[in-house]
């Protein structure tokens, strides 16, 4: 295959990205070349470019690929590659949303089911980008995907704004929701109004629980929790003091406490009050914090005392991201699904960070026009 195509390499915390070109790679038997149209600055990117906990060694002097919640069309198919992972037939400019990482299918977690826990996922990703097949992120114009990586044709219906948060945050949330068993009877709480707790919101109001409340500081993203439905909001202006945040939840939910805290803040710190917010029988489910080393106090006598479950759970199986592109369908219209990015110039990617990381834009979106 002939031409190169651009990518933003990032060398440091805080550092300018710089765009290169690289050879646009020749899909292997099996293997998808993809063009994508638009990929967002996710939560985890934002740690690695500030350089929080242990993430500031993913920095390379020779510079490395960032990005993975995205979405492209098919630019080329490798030999015996004819459907996607519904088995609907797929051609050379259809748009899909993909799975970024690949279970290594074989490993005892992948054997018993779990793939989103298989430690070889993310091998993918390694190597510098000067070797093939170069694109092993998406901020850039290509990606490549292996034959383990899931992938979706979209619905017409489904836009390429709506689709984008599908490969990590929406997928991860259902993922997430379903696993610590959210349904009707709960009363949850969404620490964080960010793209997760957005999207966590509006599935955990779909699968009928009786509210939600989502705690955050920024107006724009309470009035976007409120249109995603939520029934209640904490102001973090309002209530500056977390102990008073722990009283306006409790008397919210019959001083029972909630039945599912959610955290989506990408933050330890928020941890122990969210804890405090949980009722008997409750479950804490954990997945804004990915990264390691800002351990929190925890008191496990008050877990066992309360009957209380605390779950983590990171990226998700291929199934969920199937079920994100129905909910997508099954909302377009209905949801302001469409808001939840901003968008940016690949160019611009510099500004991108510097936004986000102030707070100023939802979740930056960087759209890929050469
Ligand atoms: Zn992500
Ligand atoms: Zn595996």
Known sequence: MSGTGRAALFFGPKQPFEL???????????????????????????????????????????????????????H????????????????????????????????RMCRRGVSEACPRSFDVQRGKPEQFPHFKGSFGDYFYLHPTMAFFRLPDTVTDTMVVSANCALAQVIMGIER???????HV????????????????????????????????RLELARRMGADEIVDLKALPDPSDRVKRVKALTDDWGADVVVEVVGSSAVIP??????????????????????????DPGRLVAQNQRFEAVASYDAESLAVA????????????????????????IDEAFVAQDRGEVRRASLVMTP
């Open 76 to 107: 080329a198919l490798g030999d015996g590659v004819t459907t996607d992972w519904a088995g609907r037939p797929i051609s050379v400019g259809d748009r899909v949303a993909y799975q970024y990482f690949a279970p290594c299918g074989r490993c």
């Open 180 to 186: 610590i068993g959210v349904g009707p009877g709960d």
């Open 325 to 348: 592109i129905d909910f997508l369908e099954r909302n377009a219209g209905r949801l302001p699904l469409d808001d939840v990015v901003v968008d940016f110039a690949l160019e611009s």
């Open 20 to 74: 290169r070109e690289f050879p646009v790679p020749d899909p292997a038997p099996g293997c998808v070349t993809l063009r994508i149209t638009r990929a967002n600055i996710c939560g985890s990117e934002l740690h690695i470019w500030r350089g929080d906990g242990r993430l500031g060694a993913m920095a390379s002097p020779t510079g490395r690929i960032l990005g993975h919640e995205a979405t492209g069309v098919v």
């Open 273 to 298: 009050e969210g804890l405090r917010m949980l009722g008997f029988g409750g479950r804490y489910l954990e997945m804004g914090t990915f990264f390691q080393g800002t351990p929190f106090e925890l």
């Open 189 to 220: 709480v969404i620490q964080g109004a960010g793209g997760l707790g957005l999207y966590a919101t509006a599935i955990a109001k779909e699968r009928g629980v009786a509210q939600v409340i989502v705690i955050d500081g920024i107006d724009e």
